[in-house]
C-alpha cells in the first residue's frame, strides 16, 4: 500500500512540475458584433476590430483570416500585444450577387497563446 501510495505522489509531483509556460492568454474583441449593418451590393461595408490583451503574458496575434473572398482584412501586421495593449484592424466586406439578405461573415484571429483560435462574426443585411 505504502509502494502504491509513493508511486501516486511521484506522479503527481512530476506532473504538477512539468506544466506547459503557456498561461492562458484571454483576448478580448471589441467590434460591434450585435450591430447589423445595411449595405448595397455596389457598396463596401468597413469594420473596424480592435484585440485587447488582457492577461499579464504577451501574445502574438500571427494572422487573422476571413471566411470568403468578399471579406478582406485590412492594415493588419503580426504584433505582440502586451498587457492591456490593444491591436486594431479594419474589415471590408463587399456584397457578391449571390449573397443572400442577411449574411454572416467569420474572421479568425490565430495567436500563439490558449487558446490559439478566436472566431468572431459580424452580420450584415444585404441590400438589392
Known amino acids: 500500500m505504502r509502494r ?3 508511486i501516486m505522489v511521484f506522479a503527481a509531483t512530476a506532473l504538477t512540475s512539468c506544466q506547459s509556460s503557456d498561461q492562458n492568454t484571454p ?12 449595405v448595397k451590393y455596389n457598396e ?15 501574445v502574438k496575434v500571427l494572422n487573422i483570416l476571413t471566411s470568403c473572398g468578399c471579406t478582406v482584412v ?15 484592424f ?5 456584397p457578391e450577387p449571390t ?6 461573415k467569420s474572421i479568425l484571429i ?15 443585411f444585404v441590400k438589392k
Not at 27 to 38: M, Q
Not at 99 to 104: P, Q
Open 4 to 6: 502504491y501510495l509513493f
Open 27 to 38: 483576448l478580448v474583441i471589441e467590434g460591434n458584433f450585435d450591430k447589423i449593418d445595411t
Open 44 to 58: 463596401n461595408l468597413k469594420r473596424e476590430i480592435s484585440i485587447i490583451n488582457t492577461n499579464s503574458s504577451d
Open 74 to 88: 485590412t492594415k493588419f501586421e503580426p504584433k505582440k500585444l502586451t498587457q492591456n495593449k490593444k491591436l486594431t
Open 90 to 94: 479594419y474589415v471590408n466586406y463587399k
Open 99 to 104: 449573397d443572400s439578405a442577411n449574411v454572416a
Open 110 to 124: 490565430y495567436t500563439n497563446g490558449t487558446p490559439k483560435l478566436y472566431t468572431v462574426e459580424f452580420k450584415a
